[in-house]
C-alpha cells in the first residue's frame, strides 16, 4: 500500500510539474501583455506593474484585427466545414472495402503524413501558380484540406470498424439509399471521432503560418492572425510591445473552442477501445 502512494505521488508530481511546463509560455504572455516595451526586455519573468487593458484596443489597431481576425475565421471554419464532409465519406468507404486497390489506396493516404511539408511546398506552391489558385483565399483553403485529408481520414477510419454492420445491413434492407445510410446512420455514430478530427483541423488552420505565409502573404488582406504576428518581426525591428497581447487574444478563441469540445475529444479517442 504505501509502495503504491509512493508511486502515486510521483506520478501526480511530474503531472503537476510537466502541466505547469505547458503553461508557463502562456502565463508569461498573459503576464507581459500588459508590459512596455522595456519592461518586457528588462523584467520579463516580473508581474506587471499595474494592469491596463488599454494596450490590448492599441493592439487590435495596429494589428488590424478585425481583418485579420476575419481573414483566420474563414480560414478555419471554411476547413473544418469541408473536412467534416469529405473525410468521413472517404474513410467509411476506406473502412468497409477490402480489396488490394482499398489497401493501395489507404497507403497513399497515410504516405503524406510521414512526409515533412517542407520537402514538397515548392513544388505545390508552382502547382497552386499555374492553377491561378496562389496568393488567393480558395486556393489556401484549398491547401488546408488537402493537408488535413490524410491525417482525418487515417483517425475516423479505424473508428469505422466500431460501427456494427448489422445496422447497415437493416437500413439497405428497408430501402435506404447508400446516401441516406451514410448520413443518416453512419455518420452520428462516427460524430466523435469526426469531432475530434475537427478539432484539430481547426486549431491547426487557426494557427497556421507556414503554409499562410508561403501561398497567402503577397496581399495585407488575405493574412491571417498569425501571419500578421510574424511580419512585425524582422532583422532590425521587435514588436514586443504588441506580440504579447496579440497571442493572447488569439489564443482565446482557440482555448474556449477546445475547453468547450474537450468531452468530444475524450470520447473520440476511446470510443474504439470497445467494438459494437
Known amino acids: 500500500m504505501r ?3 509512493i508511486i502515486h505521488g ?8 510537466l502541466s505547469l511546463v505547458w503553461l508557463m509560455p502562456l502565463l508569461f504572455s498573459v503576464t507581459n501583455s500588459f508590459k512596455t516595451y522595456n519592461d518586457v526586455i528588462s523584467n520579463f519573468f516580473s508581474m506587471p506593474k499595474h494592469i491596463d487593458f488599454a494596450i490590448y484596443a492599441e493592439t487590435w489597431q495596429v494589428l488590424e484585427f478585425n481583418i485579420v481576425g476575419r481573414n483566420t475565421i474563414i480560414y478555419a471554419v471554411s476547413t473544418t466545414l469541408v473536412c467534416a464532409i469529405i473525410i468521413p465519406m472517404a474513410a467509411y468507404k476506406l473502412g468497409r472495402t477490402n480489396t488490394k486497390i482499398s489497401k493501395v489506396i489507404s497507403l497513399l493516404f497515410v504516405m503524406p503524413i510521414m512526409i515533412p511539408f517542407m520537402t514538397y511546398c515548392v513544388p505545390l506552391c508552382s502547382l497552386m501558380g499555374k492553377l491561378g489558385l ?5 486556393g489556401y483553403v484549398l491547401v488546408c484540406i488537402g493537408l488535413n485529408i490524410s491525417f482525418g481520414t487515417y483517425v475516423i477510419r479505424s473508428f469505422v ?6 445496422i447497415e445491413e437493416c437500413a439497405l434492407i428497408d430501402g435506404a439509399s447508400p ?9 452520428p455514430l462516427l460524430l466523435p471521432s469526426i469531432s475530434t478530427v475537427c478539432i484539430v483541423v481547426t486549431v491547426g488552420t487557426w494557427n ?4 499562410c505565409k508561403i501561398l497567402a502573404s503577397s496581399s495585407e488582406s488575405l493574412l491571417n ?3 500578421k504576428l510574424y ?3 524582422s532583422k532590425t525591428s521587435s514588436d514586443w510591445t504588441h506580440a504579447f497581447p496579440a497571442i493572447v487574444l488569439a489564443a482565446i478563441p482557440t482555448i474556449t473552442f477546445f475547453l468547450i469540445m474537450q468531452e468530444k475529444v475524450i470520447s473520440g479517442v476511446t470510443v474504439g477501445a470497445v467494438k459494437g
Open 3 to 5: 509502495k503504491e502512494k
Open 10 to 17: 510521483i506520478f501526480i508530481t511530474l503531472v503537476l510539474t
Open 134 to 138: 496562389a496568393n488567393t483565399r480558395p
Open 161 to 166: 470498424n466500431t460501427v456494427p454492420v448489422e
Open 179 to 187: 446516401w441516406r445510410l451514410f448520413f443518416s446512420i453512419v455518420y
Open 208 to 211: 497556421d503560418l507556414i503554409v
Open 225 to 227: 492572425i498569425q501571419t
Open 231 to 233: 511580419s512585425r518581426f
